[in-house]
């Protein structure tokens, strides 16, 4: 089993307030991109991965920004649809925002904190994770050849829009930058290609 994680940054889906169930694509920031992205990182056709956890980065709303992690090995009774999940996040974003770097656990495998990539990157980097930033101007992550085993992973995506270019700095300073291939597609399809790639072995190209 090996341990991958996911970062995504939500640019406009809003830290705090009230969510619009109804609109997850417009006024709530594209926060459907970032439904999908939990979506991809944890459901399996019949059950959750205990290998894959999501950090949600919601960047928007004007408040202090605010992560949500969900941890595949401990949450329970989660639904994959957008909406049920919509609800989780809807419910979260009424709380106070914790500190940056206080992690508040608020059922199994679901917590938050406050902060941005920037403490993430700095908490994969205590954890031992390898970073990689997905981004389709990167060479490819991919090699074929025969299998040798892999670090622990931790991948940073972003919902439909660019990294800032602030970001691609910060990131980069962790993070080498890798392709899945040179069409841009969406993070949720980026995300199970990673996961099919590890899950399969492929031998990755992480130098
Ligand atoms: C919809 S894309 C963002 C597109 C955005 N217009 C841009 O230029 O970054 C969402 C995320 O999925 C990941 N992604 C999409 N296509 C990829 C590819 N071919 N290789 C690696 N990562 C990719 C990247 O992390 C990207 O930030």
Request: overall charge negative.
């Amino acid at each position: 089993m090996l341990e991958r994680r996911f970062a995504i940054i939500g640019h406009r889906a809003p830290s705090n307030g009230k969510l619009s169930l109804n609109d997850l694509s417009g006024s709530s920031g594209r926060m459907d991109v970032l439904m999908r992205a939990i979506n991809a990182s944890l459901f399996l056709s019949h059950g959750i991965r205990n290998d894959s956890n999501i950090t949600l980065h919601l960047m928007g709303g004007g408040g202090p920004p605010r992560r949500i992690c969900f941890e595949g090995s401990k949450v329970w009774g989660l639904h994959p649809d957008e909406r049920a999940l919509a609800g989780q996040i809807a419910k979260i974003i009424e709380l106070p925002t914790p500190a940056r770097g206080l992690w508040m656990e608020l059922h199994p495998g679901i917590s938050h904190s406050g902060g941005d990539i920037s403490n993430t990157l700095e908490e994969w980097q205590n954890d031992g994770f390898k970073m990689i930033k997905l981004d389709a101007n990167g060479p490819l992550i991919w090699q074929p050849n025969d299998s040798e085993s892999y670090p622990k992973i931790g991948f940073i995506i972003s919902d439909d829009q660019a990294f800032t270019s602030e970001e691609d700095k910060l990131i980069d300073k962790f993070a080498i930058s890798k392709s899945l291939g040179n069409k841009w597609i969406q993070g949720h399809i980026a995300i199970g290609i990673v996961h099919h790639l590890l899950d399969n072995q492929f031998q990755l190209n992480l130098d």
